[in-house]
């Protein structure tokens, strides 16, 4: 079993539909958790970082992460077609180095 | 833009070759990670640097090895390269690589072998 789990899609929404995309994980010793959007054969830009549980509000985006549940979430209201990319959660524990654990992504696909 | 660099942008080469691929992290960041994403595997963590100094290591093959130089530059080393090993090559770079540093990634190397 993977650590971080992350559902592949594609996920087809219409233009201005709110998404929802979301990654399960199994460690319990992860305490940061990023989201990263990624278009085809570019480099990963992180979007949202959060420390711990709660949420995170950044224009149209919002993170969600549930420690209890094991369970995040990052929410794109009024989606446009340019938010049409790959969408990676990532996740890291306070240990030496912070390296980051990726879901292996999300397809977006946000249809005019 | 991140401000993380990366060259080459493409490269491709013969099985059983070395290559080196450079990063330069961003300006004030102390701490350069490597990552592998291949279509089987997604992103993998390979190696870190803070500082000119190796801090962890991750899934990374003995074929591969890494530094980090004192201006913070890093050079990923990759030798006896077999087919398997095409994939994008991302370098990462953070403030300290500690607690609360976010890694910001450059556009990445792809490496393919034939």
């Known amino acids: 079993q993977k650590e971080v789990e992350q559902d592949p899609g594609p996920l087809s929404v219409p233009e201005g539909a709110i998404v929802s995309l979301n990654c399960t994980y199994s460690?319990?010793?992860?305490?940061?958790f990023m989201w990263y959007r990624q278009y085809s054969r570019k480099g990963p830009e992180l979007l949202m970082y959060t420390y711990s549980s709660g949420n995170k509000e950044d224009g149209r985006f919002t993170a969600q992460v549930d420690k209890s549940s094991k369970y995040i979430s990052l929410f794109i209201r009024d989606s446009q077609p340019s938010d049409s990319a790959t969408y990676l959660c990532?996740?890291?524990?306070?240990?030496?180095?912070?390296?980051?654990?990726f879901g292996s992504g999300t397809r977006l696909l946000v249809r005019p | 833009d991140s401000g993380v660099t990366q060259t080459p942008k493409h490269l491709i080469t013969a099985t059983g070759q070395r290559v080196t691929l450079r990063c330069s992290p961003r300006s004030g960041d102390l701490s350069v990670y490597w990552y592998q994403q291949s279509l089987d595997q997604g992103l993998q963590f390979l190696i870190q640097y803070y500082n000119g100094e190796e801090r962890a290591k991750g899934n990374i093959l003995e074929r591969f090895s890494a530094q980090q130089f004192p201006d913070l530059h890093s050079e990923l080393n990759l030798s006896s390269l077999e087919l398997g090993d095409s994939a994008l090559y991302f370098c990462a770079s953070s403030h300290t690589g500690g607690e609360g540093t976010e890694q910001y990634f450059g556009p990445g190397t792809r490496l393919t072998v034939t």
């Open positions: 460690n319990s010793a992860f305490q940061y």
């Open positions: 990532a996740m890291s524990a306070m240990d030496s180095s912070y390296k980051l654990i």
